[in-house]
């Protein structure tokens, strides 16, 4: 016989007779999903008697789960979490209507029981409140990203060998104004060879123009080499070889479409003389504040919204007991990384790790007990009979958020703009 605590053997009990029964004599097994008071022990399954062959019993815990209107005021409930006695009177699930004014009435859901550390260090709020129901009123999260850009000087030759030595190229950005172009006045110092190649990656002769001339003398002149084209110039010590560029650098759905290279070589001695106009390459400086995923739930718009629209309509005899606590969720910074950011909260909404089940996630579901399966996660908003998408605070990029699916489900990172519904989440 062995009893399992999920996958941890607590005791085996061997040699026990056919049809007997053995005995567990170890401590009392604790639910990974919270304490005793929640999830108390209940027993094994299968129950370690009439026993006919090798057994593994597993434990078996209580839900701390009771679907159930709380008959007392709100002035009770927050007395029973200032003097310890919540505890004994209410569990998970527990709900009570709160009137929102213009939002409508909605059913306040106890989702958890000392499980939000308290801002001030002083220990954890008694009871973490979500809406049963979504409010009414949708909320986009923030506006569309916004980038920023500066628009360094287009770097001359590239500093490197081979295929990359003397190149210069519009490729690996925009450039202001969408117009990049440059002329190089080549000294002939040993007779040789100088080779010109030309790259554009639009066929457009409207955008694209190069001429090579020696001496004052045109030698080619192309407009849509969509490979590279190479053109050999037999020279003499003393020539002056001219090469004028232009590209027009129109974006496409990389950002950096339709754009030109331009590569010199010569078997001889030469000197080059570069003059770059009209070329600053766009580059990305950083991500704007509050737009997109950027600065997180922290900065976001619709964390102002809560806080100056929302807040206001709880009730003064309820929002005056109100506990702030810390909320940890993913966010991305303007150099647009990801980090792990820190909140201080008395409103907000959820986040995803506190609703899902993932590896290695931060805030490892604490609402478990209330929101264990996609059924319980549908919501919809107050007078709605249909489930709705609704927006978490976490995310896993920098221009979108996370949200809930009506089928309950993690739906994934949705544009910031969009408009989704919104739920409430509180502290007492």
């Given amino acids: 016989m062995t009893f399992y605590n999920g996958s941890t053997l607590l005791q085996t009990v061997q040699n026990v007779p056919y049809g007997g029964s053995a005995k ?113 009123t949708g909320k986009s999260m923030n506006p569309h990203i916004v980038t920023n850009y500066d628009y360094p000087q287009m770097p001359s030759w590239a500093a490197g060998t081979g295929s990359n030595a003397n190149l210069w190229t519009t490729q690996t950005g925009y450039c202001k104004d969408s117009v990049a172009r440059a002329t190089w006045t080549i000294t002939v110092e040993e007779a040789g060879t100088v080779a010109v190649e030309y790259r554009t990656y639009s066929a457009n002769t409207n955008y694209n123009k190069l001429s090579v001339t020696v001496n004052g003398e045109a030698i080619a002149t192309d407009f849509a080499g969509t490979s590279y084209v190479k053109y050999p110039v037999e020279v003499q010590a003393g020539d002056t070889v001219i090469v004028e560029a232009e590209f027009t650098v129109l974006s496409g759905s990389s950002g950096t479409a339709y754009t030109g290279k331009v590569r010199l070589t010569s078997t001889g001695q030469i000197a080059i003389a570069e003059d770059i106009q009209d070329a600053p390459q766009r580059v990305l400086r950083d991500y704007q504040l509050g737009t997109g995923s950027i600065g997180g739930w922290e900065h976001s718009a619709l964390r102002s ?19 702030t606590v810390l909320k940890n969720h993913i966010a991305y910074n303007t150099e647009g990384k990801a980090f792990t950011q820190t909140t201080k909260d008395k409103v907000c909404l959820l986040s995803k790790a506190e ?74």
Avoid at 31 to 42: I, L, N
Avoid at 97 to 123: F, H, K, W, Y
Avoid at 362 to 367: D, L, S, V
Wanted: proline residues 7%; negative net charge; glycine residues 10%.
């Fill in 24 to 136: 567990y004599t170890g401590d009392t097994p604790v639910s990974p999903d919270g304490p005793a008071d929640d999830y108390p022990f209940e027993g094994w399954n299968p129950q370690p008697t009439n026993i006919t062959g090798t057994t593994k019993c597993m434990a078996v815990f209580g839900s701390p789960l009771e679907i159930k209107e709380i008959e007392d005021r709100w002035d009770d409930i927050l007395a029973a979490c200032a003097d310890g006695t919540y505890k004994q009177k209410y569990k998970i699930g527990n709900y009570k209507p709160l009137d929102m004014g213009t939002e409508g009435i909605i059913n306040m859901q106890i989702a958890g029981r000392d499980v939000d550390a308290l801002a001030d260090g002083s220990g954890m709020a008694p009871l973490s409140w979500v809406g049963i129901e979504l409010l009414k």
């Fill in 305 to 323: 919204y809560y806080y100056e629209t929302l807040l206001p309509l709880i009730p003064e005899n309820v929002r005056a007991h109100l506990k």
């Fill in 355 to 428: 609703l899902f089940s993932t590896a290695g996630s931060i805030n490892q579901p604490r609402y478990k007990a209330l929101f264990p399966d996609n059924a319980s996660r549908r919501k919809r908003p107050i007078d709605n009979t249909s489930a709705k998408f609704w927006w978490l605070r976490s995310t896993g990029n920098h221009n979108g958020l996370d949200c809930v699916e009506p089928s309950g489900g993690y739906y994934g990172i949705t544009g910031a703009a969009s408009t989704l519904c919104i739920l409430l989440c509180f502290f007492t």
